[in-house]
Structures are given as C-alpha cells and as structure tokens.
C-alpha cells in the first residue's frame, strides 16, 4: 500500500474520531451542565377516577397547579419526560417503592405534587399531597383537601394554595462554574427573579449581579466559594399578586353561578325595591308588606321569615304608640295636632317616630331580603363591589350593610342602637345629655359603617367558594365484648381543629 493511501486513510480515521466526539462526548458534557444549571424542578402527577369528568377535572387542576409553579419562579414543572421516566420507573419496582416517588427521584426533581380531582353528590373534591424528595424543602410536605360546588373553582383554589405554598420561599441557587476574579456562575436567573445590576446581602457575604440569563447568572461573591456551593437569597416571589388574581377569579365564578337574574336587570330591581315597591307595600301591608315586596326581585318559592316579620310590626306599631304608652294613651294620637297632654318635647319625638317610619320599613325590607338570599342561595345586586355597597348601605340605613351581607342579628342590633341614640337626642334637645347621645349616634354610625365595609358575608355558599382547605374527617367502627360477654358498638369520628 503506499504512502499516499496510508495518509488518506489516517486523515479519514481521524475525521470520523472527531465526528464520534462532537456527536457523543460534546452532548454529553453539555447535558451534565445543562443538568447542572437547571433550576429546581416539580412534578404534577394527575391520579382521576375512571369517570370521564374526573380526568377532565383532574386534567385542569393539573395546570392550573403547573401553571402557577411556573408562575411564582421556584420550581420549574416538568412535563415531557414524566411519562418516559415513569415507564422507567415501573420497571424493576419493588413492593415498598412508591412510583411517583421513585419517578421523580429518576428526573431529579425537588419535589412532586399527587392530585386528584372529583365530584360526590352536589360538591366537587381535590386532594392534594406535596411530598419533597430535597430534604431542604421538607417543611413544605402537607396534605389539603378542598371542596367547591362549582367546577372552574376547584382549579383555582388548587392554584391558590400552591400559590400560597411558596409565601416567604427565598432564591435557592448553588455555584456551577467557578471563574477568576471572584466571579462565579449560578443556576438562578431572570426566572427566579434575580435581576441585572442588583446587589444582595447574604449572612456570610455580598452577591453582585454581573449578567444574567433566564436560569443562570454570573455573579460576583465577597467570600470565596467554590462549585456546588449554595447561596440563599431573600428574594421572594410575589405571592400577594398570584392569590388575589386567583381570588378574583373564584369570586367572579361564584357571583355568575348565584346571581339573581340577569346582570343589569336585577340591580334595577334592586333599587326600586328599596325605593318604591317596598313603601308601597309597607304602607298597606305594615311589615308583612315587607316579604311581599322581595318577590319583585323574582324569587322562586320564597317564603316569609314570620319572626322577622313579627320583630318589625312590633317595631312599627311602637313607633306609632310610644307617646301614647309614654302619657297613658292621654295625647293626641297623630303628630301634627297639639294638646294640652302633649309638650313640645313629647310633639318632636312623635314626629321624630313617624317620620322616621321609611327607615323602619326599609330596614324590615332589607331583613327579609338577607333572609331569601340565604333561603334560596342567591347573593345580593352589586355583589361584585359588595364591600363598599355594605358601606352606603349603614350610611343611609341603621344596620343596613349588614343585612345586605346577610349578618341580620348584627343589623337589628346597630338599629336598635341608633334610633334609640336618636330618639333620646330628639326628644332632650337642647340638654347635654342630648349632645352627649348625639356624639354617641355618631360613633355608632361610624362603627356600623366600618363593621359592614370590614366584614365578611354570612351567606354560607359564598363562604364555602371562598374557604382554604378543609380537615378530613376519619369514622373509625369497631365492636368488642363487654364483662357480661355483651356486644358493644364503637363509632368514632374523628376530625382536626
């Protein structure tokens, strides 16, 4: 062979040992660093029941939940090589092993998510289970159960506690590559919410931001440190801006499911209720009128809160013969006329009590109202802005914002206290005692206000779209033979608090 051929076939050896090396060892080597400066990862495994809509709830909870990992920047979720790795882990798998657990530790996850989505009876059901693999994050392990009536809302709450998982959770970064100068690189970047040019204090040191990327920055550290060093820090994701878009969502949902008629139509009614139908009926029907005037707003089936009904003819019909009980039926019964039983201080406070009736008639209006919204599991007009609405409402009625957000006891209660502030300031005008109720009515006004902007309906199916997770509940049964060989039957529930 000559030497040409010989040089011909070693230059074409040579190529081909370059060829194996950039196709073989080059991947190799970057997928160690790509491992190496990937941030910390979770998996979401979806476990639904054979029902087709199950999986479909289950699928969207899945999401939602991915979704709002990736959100809040701490841990990337992982989507593509689940089924791969999981098909890897079945194989070989012993009987103590846990596949969702071996799974995730074959991907080098941090932490994985088992949630299963579902309906019994009237209510929907999530169960979710946060089990770390990183012993770093052993604290976030817990379990949570939720429940809704309404579909959409159960991946939202879902969201919503995931969400609420990463409060006050810092920046978790490790060095991966060691420069000079006191230079290094990280695996956190612009994902994370490490931002260029920033400069944060860590207990042992200083990190200057030189340059970052999406999952890697290159920094400058006070101390020295050297690879697979970690660094904590305190940036946190913005939790506060998740939840509330989230809540948003969920009260959006829940307003569209229980809203009275049609959006638009029914505020109207809502305010010629109060305004029109309402007196009408009071003034032929005192009270009961009342409960007459709700079906304007078109509740089906309603049915009258006759103790309500009966609290307020009696409130209306004390109005009306306070100063005769007060002069032994003595003094003209209507308010205009004066006599000689009837002083001037007397003559004010019945005009004070007539003319006060419309706010008696709205307020039993408003009692009823808060009694057919809880009944037929409808909420209010204007629900949407239902805190400041609460507010106008205890401007203008005594108690009046706490009926509307369903709270009856505690508006009977601001109107007993500020028409009897009333009534005594009308009927000892001009004495300090008189100022003194006045400034007390005041006060009452102010705290009716406030208490009905603050606090939170009282309507039972809002709250429950509204509410976090819900402890389980365990039923234990057993039997066991007493001292005369009698059979004793245990139930035990048991349920956290």
Not at 27 to 50: D, E, H, M, R, Y
Not at 90 to 103: F, L, P, S
């Amino acid at each position: 062979m000559s030497q040409r051929i010989k040089n011909i076939l070693k230059f074409i050896i040579l190529i081909s040992l370059i060829y194996v090396s950039i196709i073989i060892i080059f991947p190799l080597s970057l997928t160690t660093a790509q491992t190496k400066a990937s941030p910390n990862g979770v998996a979401v495994f979806g476990i639904p029941n054979n029902y087709s809509s199950d999986i479909a709830l289950t699928a969207e909870a899945v999401e939602r939940v991915k979704k709002v990992f990736a959100d809040c920047g701490r841990f990337m979720p992982v989507s593509r090589e689940v089924e791969t790795a999981y098909s890897e882990a079945k194989k070989d798998m012993r009987a103590e092993e846990n596949i969702y657990t071996k799974t995730a530790k074959l991907l080098d996850l941090d932490l994985y998510i088992m949630l299963s989505a579902y309906q019994l009876g009237n209510f929907l059901y999530s169960d979710i289970s946060i089990v770390p693999i990183n012993h770093q994050y052993k604290y976030l392990e817990k379990k949570i159960r939720l429940r809704s009536k309404i579909k959409f809302n159960i991946s939202l709450k879902a969201g919503k506690e995931i969400a609420i998982l990463h409060y006050n959770l810092p920046v978790s970064a490790a060095v991966i590559k060691v420069y000079e100068n006191d230079t290094y690189l990280i695996n956190a970047g612009e994902w994370q919410g490490i931002k260029n040019n920033e400069k944060y204090r860590l207990p042992d040191c200083d990190v200057q931001i030189i340059k970052t990327g999406r999952f890697e920055s290159i920094v400058k550290i006070s101390a020295e440190k050297k690879e697979g060093d970690k660094l904590q820090i305190d940036i946190f994701p913005d939790v506060n801006k998740i939840v509330d878009e989230l809540d948003e969502d969920i009260s959006r949902n829940t307003i569209n499911r229980y809203e009275l008629g049609t959006h638009g139509e029914a505020e109207k009614r809502f305010i010629e209720g109060i305004c029109v139908v309402n007196m009408c009926g009071n003034v032929c029907v005192p009270s009961y009128g009342a409960f007459l005037s709700t079906s304007y707003l078109g509740f089906k089936d309603s049915k009258a809160d006759l103790p309500g009904v009966a609290l307020s003819a009696t409130i209306i019909a004390g109005q009306l013969l306070l100063p005769e009980l007060m002069t032994d039926f003595k003094v003209n019964f209507f308010p205009w006329k004066q006599d000689s039983n009837k002083t001037e201080k007397m003559q004010d406070l019945q005009k004070f009590l007539w003319l006060s009736l419309p706010i008696t008639f709205s307020t039993a209006y408003m009692d009823q109202l808060a009694y057919q919204f809880r009944s037929t599991e409808h909420l209010p007009p204007f629900f949407k802005d239902k805190d400041n609405i609460a507010a106008i409402f205890s401007l203008f009625l005594p108690g009046g914002g706490l009926f509307y957000k369903g709270h009856r006891l505690a508006g009977w209660s601001f109107y007993f206290s500020e028409m009897a502030a009333a009534a005594y300031t009308v009927y000892n005008y001009g004495s300090d005692s008189s100022k003194y109720a006045l400034y007390a009515l005041g006060i009452i006004k102010l705290i009716d206000i406030a208490y009905a902007y603050i606090t939170s309906p009282s309507y039972s199916f809002y709250n429950l779209e509204k509410e976090r997770k819900i402890e389980p509940v365990s039923l234990n049964m057993g039997i066991k033979t007493g001292h005369n060989r009698d059979q004793i039957y245990n139930i035990i529930v048991t349920s956290a608090f």
